[in-house]
């Protein structure tokens, strides 16, 4: 009688757990331009269904708490749109799409940008992030925000990725027990879940591209500069940028080729100007691999995860069949010596550039130093720190001003040994048009108790150098998406984007969420 009653209410919940159908599922950017464009939706329409989709599938049924607050200006937005789109026509390919935003990003109107701090609630910014303004200028429809690891992970070294003071914690669309990784936790798992069509992160060591990676997407990380960083909270000048995360190559370009712009206020930017590119189409060539030579950096980023190397020695074999030279090994020789000096230069910029990002905030925060941000956490512990404290905080705080000599060796060594001893040095040896490796290992159980679990990744060298990357689906372990990392020599986006859109092309790993309880585990209701 027990097992027939166990089995009666298993057969019920797979009745009533399968998602509903959904009109928007895995639409690109340009076949919600098409709709539009022939009539069968509105920007205004396409807006409602994704608002509908945040209720049904964030908000309740899997709770993936992704989205952090909805822009209660969207549906207006797009209304504009759509009479501009009828008066004037389209401005370009993101007009009246809905994007997500990570919420360490300025919009100057009614929604706040926190970082997912408490501390940050209170009023909107003064003003939005130039990246911002470049996006309303394409006509794209400011979603919402989405939710992230508070303070970009910069908080805690026991932290838990997706969690915030604010959001609580963000979880993973294919298995709702695994991690979503970050900080761009909440735009990784909305974009996956269909909440939207594209999305911005922010990345100073993984922060796009392990997300992308652990919920089936693209993500690009660009060359330091070539996306502003005015009004974005910060960790590091010399590291931070924000990127594209998308289901698709096609879609992750256009929304980055939106975002770039020269902006006087952002030095790094300003070096930008001659590799600014209007629109990356001529990149998208599915046979872009053909002829291409290709390194594959093995040491430290393979053998931690014998299912994710067997599905990167997969993606070798399909990118030689596409007709790519694939050197075998390629090895960056200073992979395993960046982590210290990386972490003496984060600490002290951190402690700077938050000082100079809160300054500019005014009266519309609470908080306007990193010392008085360790002050709030400890009055508000018991909202702000129920699982983790903030030992990086603390350590930043004791660092001097960026004046200090110590601060000065690390960031000419770390540099070093990323650039000239490292990418550089390893792509000019062998003739590469781009190094290849594991974005990172599949998903990790949440854990709030002990904190992030992962294998292994490939971001630091990129990251530390100011590099490009780009991770794309490279298939799937036990239901758990895995992604390949292309990385690049400065300012090669464009070569990067051809190459894994030609990848892309000919492999198409990219599939929809299930909403499952965990790995191989049944199906969660998307609504109740």
């Known amino acids: 009688m027990l097992r027939l009653t166990v089995l009666c209410s298993l057969l019920a919940l797979a009745a009533q757990t399968t998602p509903a ?47 952090i607050e909805i822009n209660p200006d969207a549906a207006s937005i797009a209304d504009a749109l759509d009479a501009e789109r009828r008066t004037r026509g389209a401005r370009g390919p993101l007009h009246g799409i809905p994007v997500l935003i990570k919420d360490n990003i300025d919009t100057g109107d009614h929604m706040q940008t926190t970082a997912g701090s408490l501390a940050l609630e209170g009023h909107p910014a003064p003003a939005d992030a130039f990246l911002v303004q470049r996006l309303r200028a394409a006509g794209a429809v400011i979603l919402g925000k989405t939710n992230l690891s508070e303070w970009a992970n910069f908080r805690s070294t026991h932290s838990s990725s997706g969690w915030s003071g604010r959001g609580g914690q963000v979880k993973n669309p294919y298995a709702l027990d695994r991690n979503p990784c970050g900080s761009s936790s909440g735009t990784g798992a909305a974009i996956a879940a269909n909440l939207a069509t594209i999305g911005v992160g922010t990345e100073t060591d993984g922060s796009i591209v392990c997300p992308s990676a652990a919920n089936g997407l693209v993500g690009i990380k660009p060359t330091l500069g070539l996306i502003s960083r005015t009004g974005v909270v910060p960790i590091a000048h010399s590291q931070d940028t924000a990127g594209p995360m998308a289901r698709t190559v096609t879609d992750a370009a256009a929304l980055l080729a939106a975002m770039t712009g020269v902006d006087p206020a952002d030095a790094d930017s300003t070096r930008s100007r001659a590799h600014i590119v209007q629109d990356y189409a001529r990149s998208l060539k599915a046979d872009a691999l053909k002829g291409a030579r290709i390194g594959v950096a093995r040491k430290q980023y393979f053998g931690y995860s014998a299912p994710t190397d067997r599905l990167i020695d997969r993606a070798i074999a399909d990118m030689k069949a596409q007709g790519a030279v694939i050197v075998d090994p390629a090895n960056i020789p200073t992979a395993s010596k960046m982590d210290a000096c990386e972490n003496q230069v984060l600490q002290y910029e951190f402690k700077a550039d938050l000082k100079k990002y809160l300054d500019a905030r005014g009266a519309s925060v609470r908080v306007h130093s990193l010392e008085d941000l360790i002050a709030f956490n400890t009055r508000e512990q018991d909202r702000e720190m129920p699982y983790f404290g903030q030992e990086l905080f603390i350590q930043a705080q004791a660092k001097g001003p960026l004046t200090t000599p110590a601060y000065r060796a690390a960031l000419t060594r770390c540099r070093a040994l990323a650039r000239q001893q490292g990418i550089d040095l390893v792509m000019q040896q062998h003739n590469l048009d781009a190094l290849i490796a594991p974005t990172g290992s599949p998903a990790w159980t949440t854990d ?40 690049g020599r400065a300012w090669s986006e464009p070569r990067l984007i051809a190459l894994a859109y030609a990848y892309e092309q000919a492999t198409k790993h990219r599939h929809a969420p299930e909403f499952k309880a965990g790995a191989d585990q049944e199906v969660v209701a998307t609504t109740k």
């Open 21 to 67: 159908p959904f009109p928007l599922e895995e639409a690109t950017v340009s076949q919600l331009q098409e709709w539009m464009t022939s009539g069968r939706y509105t920007a205004r329409q396409i807006t409602e269904l994704y608002l509908t989709r945040i209720e049904e599938i964030d908000r309740r049924g899997p709770e993936l708490r992704s989205v």
């Open 448 to 487: 709030l108790v002990n904190g992030d679990h992962f294998l292994g990744a490939s971001s630091t060298p990129a990251a530390v150098a100011g590099y490009p990357s780009i991770t794309v689906p490279a298939g799937d372990v036990r239901g758990l998406p895995v992604g390949l990392a292309f990385i």
